[in-house]
């Protein structure tokens, strides 16, 4: 599987942590200001829909059918389609070596597919802030299959070209839209505690989330406030603008990976957790899913539905994560 070979990748990274739950290799679409609201398409079409560049930069093809072979040998650069991003199976595997090299400026990694360095939808140069997020990334298009490039198993490329093309673009929008669903996180909507049938969930919100809201009241100064209503409440000012600055000091791909935690957790709170190192994956998982997992051991777990479920919320989550934790410098 992916996750293997990029779990075996990323063995010297320092934070094992970060990785550990990233075993399981389905993935949904990130509900998220910053990603394609599009269902996958897959194209029963086997050629490629890939872009070659010549050396001299003088010479665009779109390769299909019997093109591919002359076209693509003399090309320096690969330029993946539009249609990447939305999750659709993109053409035939077309290499048989994937590498990282330095940048040429010295400032990044990029990730080599045979002799050609891979290009981002827009035709950017796929540049990468650290060598351990251009291995991981390298793996995900190894493990890709001869009969096509499937992007649904490339979690962290469809991450970097987020943070590449479309926070640079989007950024205000992202942050607004991030701060327009905080007053309804998921960690300050409260089951009512004199109701039998929600009481066991309020015990555990109190047990598990309690320690989460007091951090974040010794972390940003404000105490956050937690509510019953279907509605939602309201919190404090102060709280809302410290939050909302933080975003505003991310880098693109701090802020990718947050907003992704932030669609796939419903909370921001857990998501701004995760990125200061209060939680870790399994942890946030757990804080997501206490009141679902209440209604599974009373009632059972309902295969192809709650399974399928928790899998693919933890390769978001997990996928994520890693993302974080890769590109940082540091």
Sequence with gaps: MAASLISKTLQSIRNPNAISSFTTFRTRHLCSVATVHQSPQYDDDPTSSFTFSCPSDKINESIKGQKQETASSLSSSVTMPMSFMTGSIVGKRFYEKVSTREADDGNGWTVMLDYRTLKTPSKRPLKLPTLGL???????????????????????????????????????KIIEHLMKKFNQDLVFCR???????????????VQKIDPLLKWVESEFGFKPVVYSSFFGGKQEDGLIKTVENLMKK?????????????????????????????????EAIELIRLEEDLQVDKWGLVEGGHDIDIADLRV???????????????
């Design 134 to 172: 251009a291995k991981a990334i390298g793996a995900e298009w190894d493990y890709q299959q001869t009969d096509g490039i499937r992007p649904f198993m490339m979690p962290l490329m469809k991450l970097a070209c987020t943070a590449l093309e479309r926070v640079p673009l989007t950024r205000p």
């Design 191 to 205: 089951a009512p505690a004199d109701n039998d049938l929600t009481s066991g969930v309020h015990e555990r919100q």
């Design 316 to 330: 978001q989550i997990s996928s994520a994560t890693v993302f974080l934790g890769l590109s940082r410098r540091n």
């Design 250 to 282: 991310t880098d693109d791909y701090e802020l990718a990976a947050i907003d992704a935690i932030a669609a796939a957790a419903h909370s921001l709170v857990i998501a701004i957790g995760i990125f200061r190192g209060k939680l870790q994956i399994e």
